[in-house]
């Protein structure tokens, strides 16, 4: 099993990554979240990975965390989930935010994600509700105590084309600065998180 990728980023393109290690490339398949922190062509890359085995296909995915390729794994453990397919939901969403779904039994939320119908948001409840608040979390926590605010600036973001996983690091950050009071409504905490980006 091929487990972790270190070497030099030689293309990028769509969801994917060739990163050359000891003359070989390898191309791994990559969320966006991961995809946003690969380095430019020509720069050193650590990638944890996943190497799936079918019969048609030999596919490597790659992740920038352990809790994103944790989460690939329990995914792609449902039937009727591929590896695209995971890739797509952590694209779309973070793993806070999954977990929150799943914990939550909020099928809504879970038939928003790419790929995602009612029976497959069912079966992602029942079969990982006990498995998935193992899986760390990469951006805001599972317990943050966001405000409504917050959670609308993030909603916010989304619409405006940022990565749910940017959209939480940009309010992370806005949270984290001397400017930020909870008082603040979620078009100054859009505001700030914009300048900040800037």
């Known amino acids: 099993m091929i487990a972790q990728l270190r070497g030099q980023v030689v293309a990028k393109g769509g969801m994917d990554v060739v990163v050359d290690c000891g003359g070989v490339g390898y191309a791994?398949?990559?969320p966006l979240s991961t995809l946003d922190v690969v380095p430019n062509v020509g720069q050193p890359v650590t990638l944890l990975t996943v190497f799936v085995v079918r019969e048609d296909a030999f596919s490597l995915y790659g992740f920038a965390t352990?809790?994103?390729?944790?989460?690939f794994k329990?995914?792609?453990s449902i039937q009727g989930i591929g590896g695209r397919i995971a890739l797509g939901i952590l694209s779309a969403t973070s793993i806070a935010e999954f977990q929150?779904?799943?914990l939550q039994n909020n099928l809504h939320a879970l038939m928003r994600l790419p790929g995602i119908g009612k029976k497959t948001a069912e079966r992602l409840v029942v079969e990982l509700r006990d498995k998935v608040i193992a899986v760390p979390t990469d951006g805001l926590p599972l317990s943050s105590g966001l405000s409504q605010s917050t959670q609308d600036?993030?909603?916010?973001?989304?619409?405006l084309?940022?990565?749910r996983v940017a959209a939480e690091k940009a309010v992370k950050a806005v949270v984290?600065?001397?400017?930020y009071s909870t008082t603040q409504s979620s078009e100054e905490i859009i505001r700030l998180a914009l300048r900040m980006q800037q």
């Open 28 to 30: 791994v398949s990559v």
């Open 66 to 71: 352990e809790g994103e390729r944790e989460a």
């Open 74 to 76: 329990l995914l792609t």
């Open 100 to 102: 929150r779904a799943v």
């Open 153 to 159: 600036a993030i909603d916010a973001l989304q619409a």
């Open 161 to 163: 084309g940022y990565t």
């Open 176 to 179: 984290s600065s001397p400017d």
